[in-house]
C-alpha cells in the first residue's frame, strides 16, 4: 500500500524528450563541453499538395564529421502521447517528460558516410547469436562423450535436416528496418512483397507490420500486389527519384535503357499469398531423429 500511496516527481512531466538514432546519440554523448549547439531544424514553405518538409542539420564538429550532416525529418501518422518515467533505487519515482510526434531522421543524400553507417549497424545486429567451434582432436575422459554402437538390426531413418528460414533472419530494430524501406523506395517507387523480403531479409510477419504503417499496397491496377509510400511520407523536391517498380532480385522485370518496367506485376506473388518457404513447425525438433527397430521376430 505504500508504493500506491507514494509521491511522483511531475516537474518535468511537459518536457519534450527527442528518441535519438542510436548512432547519433553515442557520437553527441561523446561531448565534453557543456552549451554546444548540436544542430538545427528547417521549416521549409509548404507548397499546393505537398507535405511540408522538415529538415535536421547538424553542427560541424569533430565527433560528426564523419556522419551525414543534413536529414529528411520524416514524421508519422500515428499520434504519439507517451510519458517517460524514471526510477531510483530509492524507488523515488519521476515523469521525465512526454513524447508528442515520432518522427524518422532520413539523409538527405545518401553518400559513403551513411553506407558506412548502414553497415557497421548490420554488421552488428546480424553478428550470429551462436558460433561453432572446431575442435582438432578430442581426448577420451575429457570433456568428451561416446556413444555407443547401435546393433545392426536397428536402422535409423528420418529426413534431412532443414534450417527454419526464420532461424536464419534477424529482426532489426524498427528504426533501422525504416531506414532499409526509405533507401529502397528512393530507388524505385513499387516493390512487391517478395522482392522487399529479400531485399531486407526481415521476418515476414514483421515487415508487413512495418510496410502497412508507411505503405499502400495496390489492389489493383498495373502495379497489383506492390507497394508503394503513402503520401505523407512521400519528398516533394524527390518526387523524380523513383518512378519504376524494383528489378526482381531473382530475375530482371524492368529495362536498362529506358528504366520502364518490362513484367507484369500483376502476375507476380501478391502479400497476402506470400509465405515463407522451408519454414517448419515450432513444435517439431530438427535434431529428432525417427528410429526403428526391425529386428525379426
Request: hydrophobic share 35%.
Amino acid at each position: 500500500m505504500d508504493d500506491l500511496n507514494q509521491e511522483i516527481d511531475v516537474s518535468h512531466a511537459e518536457r519534450r524528450i527527442w528518441l535519438l538514432p542510436d548512432f547519433l546519440y553515442t557520437h553527441w554523448s561523446a561531448q565534453q563541453t557543456d552549451d554546444v549547439e548540436l544542430g538545427s531544424v528547417r521549416i521549409y514553405e509548404q507548397t499546393s499538395g505537398s507535405p511540408t518538409r522538415v529538415t535536421f542539420h547538424l553542427s560541424s564538429n569533430s565527433h560528426t564529421a564523419h556522419l551525414p550532416q543534413e536529414y529528411d525529418m520524416v514524421f508519422l501518422k500515428q499520434s504519439k502521447a507517451n510519458n517517460i518515467f524514471s526510477e531510483e533505487q530509492n524507488s523515488a519515482i519521476a515523469i521525465e517528460g512526454k513524447i508528442e510526434h515520432e518522427c524518422h531522421l532520413r539523409p538527405s543524400s545518401v553518400n559513403q558516410a551513411y553506407r558506412d553507417v548502414i553497415k557497421a549497424r548490420n554488421l552488428h545486429f546480424n553478428k550470429p547469436k551462436r558460433t561453432l567451434q572446431l575442435i582438432d582432436s578430442i581426448k577420451e575422459g575429457v570433456g568428451a562423450s561416446f556413444m555407443r554402437p547401435l546393433p545392426q538390426s536397428v536402422v535409423l531413418t528420418g529426413g534431412r535436416r532443414k534450417i527454419p528460414v526464420e532461424l536464419r533472419r534477424e529482426r532489426l530494430p524498427k528504426e533501422a528496418l525504416l531506414d532499409f524501406l526509405f533507401t529502397a523506395f528512393e530507388k524505385f517507387k513499387y516493390w512487391n512483397f517478395k522482392d522487399i523480403l529479400e531485399y531486407t531479409k526481415q521476418p515476414s510477419n514483421y515487415l508487413k507490420e512495418v510496410l502497412a504503417e508507411i505503405c499502400d499496397l495496390n489492389k489493383r491496377g498495373d502495379f497489383k500486389g506492390c507497394y508503394q509510400l503513402k503520401a505523407e511520407y512521400l519528398n516533394a523536391n524527390r518526387s523524380g527519384a523513383a518512378t519504376a517498380i524494383a528489378p526482381s532480385i531473382s530475375r530482371p522485370i524492368a529495362s536498362e535503357s529506358t528504366g520502364a518496367a518490362t513484367g507484369h506485376p500483376e502476375h507476380e506473388m501478391a502479400d497476402e499469398d506470400y509465405d515463407d518457404e522451408g519454414e517448419e513447425d515450432e513444435d517439431t525438433d530438427p535434431d529428432d531423429i525417427e528410429m526403428e527397430d526391425v529386428t525379426p521376430y
